[in-house]
């Protein structure tokens, strides 16, 4: 049971990354997001007021905005940097290897922001996953260099990971906890008023008549967001956030494999080799001794929006 849901969980959360190019072919990242974030927020809104009702009893004002804050940072501000990016050309493997590099910068920053401790043992799987970002990173814009993808387009992914950051640390300010769902309700409301303000404003609100529009949509929706979201927090819930966090860097060869597979994206040597560090830091990281003051072992978890 344990390793079917680690693998359902791996594979829905890759599918964010392989939606977003699938989408990019027939429209910009603000419309596919203002898409995908309308039936989402209905949907999760209509469960508010009937089927989730009594989670969001106890909550005030302030708890909300807190949560409204997270949702921008770990999600509309995180995912219009990756579809950005995507869109831009950057392959869905090096956004994903990026997006993976985000529980290791957490931890490292846990020390002089918060004053939490950090050992050389997170700082070594630190460098290293940096490493191996750098190592992918210049692996992809050569190969797409001919293809006129600016170099750039690579800092964009890192914005996005830096947001999804900063949301770890207003999370973790937080003393209430929130349920799963009315923390999904509140992401997915913020940014659906997001994405559909910038639509309006930049004249990109209306879909386009291609139906893979609608199927990457539908990807998105179904297994990224409701499959990847539920197995991410059934998955927090059992195994705890370090397993979460190692599973995270799985994301980067599925989603490299499986875009280089369907979208013939580049996947040489370097790449592989660039995964493979990213693999072994996490696995420095994950095989750390706790301590008591070890960021890691109790570092709260951000409410992520599958890619």
Not at 16 to 44: D, E, Q
Not at 108 to 130: F, T
Not at 233 to 252: C, Q
Not at 267 to 281: D, N, S, V
Request: hydrophobic share 55%.
């Amino acid at each position: 049971m344990q390793v079917l849901l680690a693998v359902g969980f791996v594979v829905c959360w890759s599918s964010g990354f392989i939606g977003a190019k699938l989408g990019a072919g027939s429209a910009g990242a603000v419309t596919i997001l203002m898409w995908r974030f309308l039936p989402l927020a209905a949907l999760l809104g209509l469960a508010a007021l009937t089927v989730t009702r009594a989670s969001w009893r106890g909550l005030t004002a302030r708890d909300l905005l807190r949560q409204a804050a997270v949702g921008l940072l770990s999600q509309s501000g995180y995912l219009l940097t990756v579809y950005y990016a995507i869109q831009l050309g950057v392959s869905s493997g090096t956004t994903a290897l990026v997006d993976g590099t985000q529980p290791l910068v957490a931890g490292a920053l846990a020390g002089p922001l918060l004053r939490q401790y950090v050992s050389a043992r997170q700082w070594l799987g630190l460098c290293l996953g940096v490493a191996g970002v750098v190592l992918v990173t210049t692996a992809d814009a050569t190969a797409t260099a001919s293809a006129g993808v600016r170099p750039w387009a690579y800092g964009v992914p890192f914005i996005g990971m830096l947001s999804l950051v900063a949301a770890t640390f207003v999370e973790g300010r937080s003393r209430t906890r929130t349920a799963p769902s009315v923390a999904m309700t509140v992401h997915c409301a913020t940014s659906a008023v997001v994405f559909t303000a910038l639509a309006l404003a930049t004249g990109a609100a209306a879909p386009p008549a291609d139906p893979d529009f609608w199927l990457a949509i539908s990807w998105l929706i179904g297994l990224a967001t409701f499959g990847g979201y539920g197995l991410y927090w059934l998955v927090l819930r059992r195994y705890g956030i370090t397993r979460v966090n190692a599973l995270m860097f799985l994301m980067a060869p599925v989603t490299a494999v499986w875009g280089a597979l369907m979208f013939h994206e580049p996947f040489g040597p370097r790449t592989a080799a660039g995964l493979a560090i990213g693999l072994a830091a996490v696995a420095v990281v994950a095989t750390a001794p706790a301590h008591s003051g070890d960021p890691a072992g109790r570092q709260r978890s951000v409410s992520r929006s599958p890619r």
